[in-house]
């Protein structure tokens, strides 16, 4: 049975191209509930019309698809909702015209996370449609708000009785077990729009907390101009995780005001204080330490923290600077240092959305069945790693990130011109489908 039902899943590929497409057109930025509740209904119509049972939260946040039974149960969690699509003028094809080149899914979460969504609905409808016993069932949960506070996770969890052992294809591959934490850190100064010099019309960088900005502007009118100066700088976009994968036009454009002399101290002060962190993805110049890579002999990687939005509104600059801590290092560690450079450099600051790390014992044994499925498809050594960046696996107990980005593979989560290979999806669906057949069927 296990061998026939792997080889049907090539002929899923069709249904996966065009479900995707689907998916990715509708504009379900984070925020936008009546597009985030479209694209669940599009899912939950789906999956009716494939006899499968469905359930709401009553918030309507969140979608369960549920199939088999058993005494234990098997986990999945995605989302669909997506970050906004950075600077339009960088995309080559439209972010919500979902498009298939023949090689590549293109638009705004075709990896981040709408193409893995249609790749395990369509796993779970193809063992639906087997006669054959359960013995574990599975939660196919979609989440819409994983791109900001996990408002969604909540409601599921009291609600639902939460899988024994999960998984969330929204990362890498082999099994990430340890996830950095993540903190969005807010400060603000008052900045009176008059100076002594002309007036700040304006300041704008990033539209996401957790995206390494690619534009930035500012604009002013100085007495010694007859029109107004309008400074640009331009970068590339990337997951925050990942920032040495972009390039910041935040910090680029506090050295372009900076170098404009603008007579303004006050914002000055604020320009050089951003500027510290130019090319410094680490948080060296914030005062985080990064000695120690290592606990139970596992890498935990480095503490990243990096601008990624600056906007200037009724006398107000607002900064955000995004955390990604590593196991060990603890939100009052993160206040501290904040508290500190608040005393220098004038600013008051909040802690908005943030989450622990995460560090899941590898002894549990399914753990194992999904080590070997990523092997006997790929033949690549299985195992565990480090996850930069933050999952729905921080959301239920004995969760991991596993996918959909093979080693060596380009991420373009929150990048323009998001894609994802076909190659790797159909890698994606044999890997994912072994693994529920070996821990879901009996």
């Given at each position: 049975?296990?061998?026939?039902?792997?080889?049907?899943?090539?002929?899923?590929?069709?249904?996966?191209?065009?479900?995707?497409?689907?998916?990715?057109?509708?504009?379900?930025?984070?925020?936008?509930?009546?597009?985030?509740?479209?694209?669940?209904?599009?899912?939950?119509?789906?999956?009716?019309?494939?006899?499968?049972t469905?359930?709401y939260?009553?918030?309507?946040d969140?979608?369960?698809?549920?199939?088999?039974?058993?005494?234990?149960?098997?986990?999945?969690?995605?989302?669909?909702?997506?970050?906004?699509?950075?600077?339009?003028?960088?995309?080559?094809?439209?972010?919500?015209?979902?498009?298939?080149d023949?090689?590549?899914?293109?638009?705004?979460?075709?990896?981040?996370?709408?193409?893995?969504?249609?790749?395990?609905?369509?796993?779970?409808?193809?063992?639906?449609?087997l006669?054959?016993?359960?013995?574990?069932?599975?939660?196919?949960?979609?989440?819409?708000?994983?791109?900001?506070?996990?408002?969604?996770?909540?409601?599921?969890?009291?609600?639902?009785?939460p899988?024994?052992?999960?998984?969330?294809?929204?990362?890498?591959?082999?099994?990430?077990?340890?996830?950095?934490?993540?903190?969005?850190?807010?400060?603000?100064?008052?900045?009176p729009?008059?100076f002594?010099?002309?007036?700040?019309?304006?300041?704008?960088s990033?539209?996401?907390?957790?995206t390494?900005?690619?534009?930035?502007?500012?604009?002013?009118?100085?007495?010694?101009?007859?029109?107004?100066?309008?400074?640009?700088?331009?970068?590339?976009?990337?997951?925050?995780?990942?920032?040495?994968?972009g390039?910041?036009?935040?910090?680029?454009l506090?050295?372009?005001?900076?170098?404009?002399?603008?007579d303004?101290?006050q914002?000055?002060?604020?320009?050089?204080?951003?500027?510290?962190m130019?090319?410094?993805?680490?948080?060296?110049?914030?005062?985080?330490?990064?000695?120690?890579?290592?606990?139970?002999?596992?890498?935990?990687?480095?503490?990243?923290?990096?601008?990624?939005?600056?906007?200037?509104?009724?006398?107000?600059?607002?900064?955000?600077?995004?955390?990604?801590?590593?196991?060990g290092?603890?939100?009052?560690?993160?206040?501290?240092?904040?508290?500190s450079?608040?005393?220098?450099?004038?600013?008051?600051?909040?802690?908005?959305?943030?989450?622990?790390?995460l560090?899941?014992?590898?002894?549990?044994?399914?753990?194992?069945?999904?080590?070997?499925?990523?092997?006997?498809?790929?033949?690549?050594?299985?195992?565990?790693?480090?996850?930069?960046?933050?999952?729905?696996?921080?959301?239920?107990p004995?969760?991991?990130?596993w996918?959909?980005?093979?080693?060596?593979?380009?991420?373009?989560?929150?990048?323009?011109?998001?894609?994802?290979?076909?190659?790797?999806?159909?890698?994606?669906?044999?890997?994912?489908?072994?693994?529920?057949?070996?821990?879901?069927?009996?």
């Amino acid at each position: 049975m296990r061998k026939p039902f792997l080889d049907s899943l090539d002929h899923l590929k069709e249904d996966i191209i065009r479900e995707s497409l689907d998916l990715i057109s509708i504009p379900s930025i984070t925020h936008d509930v009546v597009a985030n509740q479209q694209c669940l209904a599009y899912l939950e119509n789906l999956a009716l019309a494939s006899g499968l049972t469905v359930r709401y939260t009553p918030e309507k946040d969140c979608l369960v698809i549920s199939l088999g039974e058993g005494s234990e149960s098997v986990g999945i969690l995605a989302h669909v909702d997506v970050v906004a699509i950075g600077d339009p003028d960088k995309w080559e094809t439209p972010p919500f015209e979902g498009q298939f080149d023949g090689q590549t899914l293109i638009g705004r979460g075709a990896m981040d996370d709408k193409v893995p969504v249609v790749i395990i609905f369509n796993l779970i409808k193809a063992l639906s449609q087997l006669n054959h016993p359960f013995k574990r069932s599975i939660q196919f949960i979609i989440g819409t708000k994983e791109e900001e506070e996990w408002t969604d996770m909540a409601n599921y969890l009291a609600h639902f009785t939460p899988p024994d052992v999960s998984f969330t294809p929204d990362g890498g591959f082999p099994i990430h077990n340890i996830e950095k934490g993540y903190g969005d850190v807010v400060l603000s100064w008052p900045l009176p729009s008059c100076f002594s010099g002309g007036k700040l019309l304006s300041i704008h960088s990033g539209d996401s907390p957790n995206t390494i900005p690619s534009k930035g502007l500012a604009s002013f009118e100085l007495k010694e101009s007859s029109q107004p100066i309008t400074l640009a700088s331009s970068g590339q976009s990337s997951h925050s995780s990942l920032p040495k994968n972009g390039e910041n036009a935040l910090t680029q454009l506090s050295l372009k005001i900076l170098e404009q002399a603008i007579d303004y101290p006050q914002l000055n002060r604020i320009m050089t204080f951003i500027s510290q962190m130019h090319g410094d993805y680490t948080g060296a110049f914030l005062g985080f330490k990064n000695e120690v890579l290592h606990y139970n002999e596992e890498y935990i990687g480095k503490t990243y923290a990096n601008p990624t939005c600056l906007s200037y509104e009724n006398d107000t600059l607002s900064l955000t600077i995004n955390i990604r801590h590593k196991w060990g290092t603890t939100k009052e560690d993160i206040l501290t240092l904040f508290q500190s450079h608040s005393e220098t450099y004038g600013f008051k600051y909040h802690l908005g959305n943030y989450l622990d790390p995460l560090y899941v014992s590898r002894e549990h044994p399914l753990f194992q069945v999904m080590s070997d499925a990523y092997t006997e498809v790929t033949g690549l050594p299985g195992g565990f790693a480090l996850a930069g960046g933050t999952s729905y696996a921080k959301a239920l107990p004995n969760a991991v990130s596993w996918g959909p980005v093979f080693p060596g593979e380009k991420d373009t989560c929150h990048q323009e011109n998001e894609k994802i290979h076909i190659d790797s999806v159909m890698k994606c669906l044999h890997i994912y489908g072994q693994f529920l057949f070996d821990a879901c069927m009996a």
